[in-house]
Nanobody
Framework: QVQRVESGGGLVQPGGSLRLSCAAS????????IGWFRQAPGKEREGVSC????????YYAHSVKGRFTISRDYAKNTVYLQMNSLKPEDTGVYYC???????????????????????WGQGTQVTVSS
């Protein structure tokens, strides 16, 4: 059974840090593009960060560049999003996703249409508030 399970969300004060994890089961991430997306209340889902197959190309949204880092552990079949210097506008539900093709990366980076490409997790809530 293919599954992606996110964890690591929670409530944090502005300026704090969180690390989101996304463990994949039922398939290997080795050849997949991976991505983190978020959806704030009343807003559309947006790409936060994504990495192409084999991490050749990495994208960060302008709003998170320099603060967030995407990575993957091939041995653990897990994707991470390290989030530092968090701001209230980072609040939202964060989703991880993986796709064999280029569609997910293109969607994430704003160069392709939105869609439910590949495998998606159930989402984890991140709230940045004092």
């Amino acid at each position: 059974q293919v599954q992606r399970v996110e964890s690591g969300g929670g409530l944090v004060q502005p300026g704090g840090s969180l690390r989101l994890s996304c463990a994949a089961s039922g398939f290997t991430l080795n050849y997949h593009a991976i991505g983190w997306f978020r959806q704030a209340p009343g807003k559309e889902r947006e790409g936060v960060s994504c990495s192409s197959n084999s991490d050749v190309t990495i994208y960060y949204a302008h709003s998170v560049k320099g603060r967030f880092t995407i990575s993957r552990d091939y041995a653990k079949n897990t994707v991470y999003l390290q989030m530092n210097s968090l701001k209230p506008e980072d609040t939202g539900v964060y989703y991880c996703a993986a796709d064999l093709g280029a569609r997910l990366y293109d969607y994430c980076s704003g160069y392709g249409p939105k869609g439910e490409y590949g495998f998606w997790g159930q989402g984890t809530q991140v709230t940045v508030s004092s």
